[in-house]
């Protein structure tokens, strides 16, 4: 079974950058499958906010982190990255890697439908503080 592994979190101060790597566990390799990036807050729902096809050449994000958040992969190193620039108080979450084990058709709806992506990573905390 795959195993999601998640870090590059941390704190910084609002306005900060930090980089998330998601990568596989020994024996894996996540170039077969679509990787979304899900976040949790403290007392919210969870939000879906990037993903990437598993060639690489189509990216999604959510409205609230467009523009201050790019998603990538690098097929050599087998790992998906989230670069948050511009880090505000309410990015603070709980950041998660997902990966999706059958075709995603519509990677914009995807990021709602957290069901579609079989298998997660542990998380990885961010906090930003004013």
């Known amino acids: 079974q795959l195993q999601l592994v998640e870090s590059g979190g941390g704190s910084v101060q609002a306005g900060g950058s930090l980089r998330l790597s998601c990568a596989a566990a020994s024996g894996f390799i996540l170039d077969y499958y679509t990787i979304a990036w899900f976040r949790q807050a403290p007392g919210k729902e969870r939000e879906g906010i990037s993903c990437i096809s598993r060639g690489g050449d189509t990216t999604s994000y959510a409205d609230s982190v467009k523009g201050q958040f790019t998603i990538s992969r690098d097929h050599v190193k087998h790992t998906v990255y989230l670069q948050m620039n511009s880090l505000k108080p309410e990015d603070t979450a709980i950041y998660y890697c997902?990966?999706?084990?059958?075709?995603?058709?519509?990677?914009?709806?995807?990021?709602?439908?957290?069901?579609?992506?079989?298998?997660w990573g542990q998380g990885t905390q961010v906090t930003v503080s004013s």
């Open positions: 997902a990966a999706a084990v059958g075709p995603i058709v519509d990677y914009s709806a995807s990021l709602g439908a957290p069901e579609k992506y079989t298998y």
